[in-house]
């Protein structure tokens, strides 16, 4: 293997430092690119003396910052974004300018020295799709502009525009991951709103469990390690360029069976409280009925397949919670 140094935007966040670890195992060297909005020191502080590794306090929007960051590396992972459905229904404003104008920054500037670009998308682009499961040439069925929620995926989406354009008219190698669920140990119990740290949380503390809705909405959970297992191989198949690509574990879920599986796990049996979503999210929102990833492309272009079962995945995940989660109270 080549030693390579790569820029991590976003890389002390929860998928980010997971990619950074891996990357640094591999013997490569990474300069971390986080404004720590949301990332934290603690996911990175193990690497704080090893020689490969560079911090970076800042933005992604600001680009003479960028330029220097971008000038002497191989590639960049892009990560940085403001991401929870929780934080983009409360500021879907801050939410698109970070998650436009950073992309842009990055593909403006990755373009100057013509390093590769992997970018983090993700499944919630595909809105209120029927057509189960999504292949990444689906239709997107997204909402009403009146809804906030659906900000993110159009967001989402015009960073993978940007990247096919950048790819097409400029010859610069971009790819985009969609990402489905991805949970792990350092899911942000407070951040992200997701809900496997939500419920791993309220289950630790003997408190009901909170489903949205019915409960019969579906989601495909992906463990942090596989979902960074499939950006690597973005990152190192020439053929991926130009492409966007499900890095998704395809075992389906509803968040009623989810609830009483992390109650099994974490050994409660508590109460398990359906809410309504005006009552979690305000009016005007609208959430995505089914989610499934075909995984037709990841597989024959990347390799790609998640190997962490569910059980597997929630078991590491608990374990994480039980010994960090006093650290966010
Ligand atoms: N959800 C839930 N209880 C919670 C948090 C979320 O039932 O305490 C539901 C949410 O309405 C959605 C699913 O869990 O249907 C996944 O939500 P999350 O915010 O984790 O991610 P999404 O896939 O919606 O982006």
Known sequence: MRKQHFLVTGGAGFIGSHLVDAL?????????????????????????????????????????LVERLIAPVDGVYHLAAV???????????????????????????????????????SSETYGKSTQVPFAEENNTVLGATSIPRWSYAVAKLLDEHLACAYYRQKGL???CV???????????????????????SQALDGNPLTVYGDGQQTRSFTFVGDAVYGTIAAMETPESAGLTFNIGNPREITMDQLARTIQ????????????????????????????LPD?????AVLGFEATTSLE??????ILWFKEHRHEFI
């Open 295 to 299: 995984i037709q492309r990841s597989k």
């Open 24 to 64: 640094l195992e591999a013997g490569h060297s990474v300069t971390v690119l986080d404004d720590l909005s949301v990332g934290k020191e603690q996911n990175f502080a193990h690497h704080r003396t090893h020689p490969d590794f560079h911090f970076v306090k800042g933005s992604v929007l600001d680009k003479p």
């Open 178 to 200: 969609r990402y489905f669920n991805a949970y792990g140990p350092r899911l942000d119990p407070r951040g992200y709103g997701s809900v496997i740290a939500r419920f791993i």
């Open 312 to 317: 597997d995945g929630l078991h590491q995940t």
């Open 173 to 175: 190698p971009t790819v």
């Open 83 to 121: 991401v929870g459905v929780k934080y983009v229904v409360e500021d879907p404003l801050h939410g698109m300018q970070v998650n436009v104008r950073g992309t842009e920054t990055i593909l403006e500037t990755a373009l100057e020295r013509r390093c590769k670009v992997v970018i983090a998308s």
């Open 264 to 291: 099994e796990a974490v050994g409660t049996a508590g109460a398990i409280l359906h809410i309504p979503y005006t009552e979690a999210y305000g009016a005007n929102f609208e959430d995505s009925r089914r989610r």
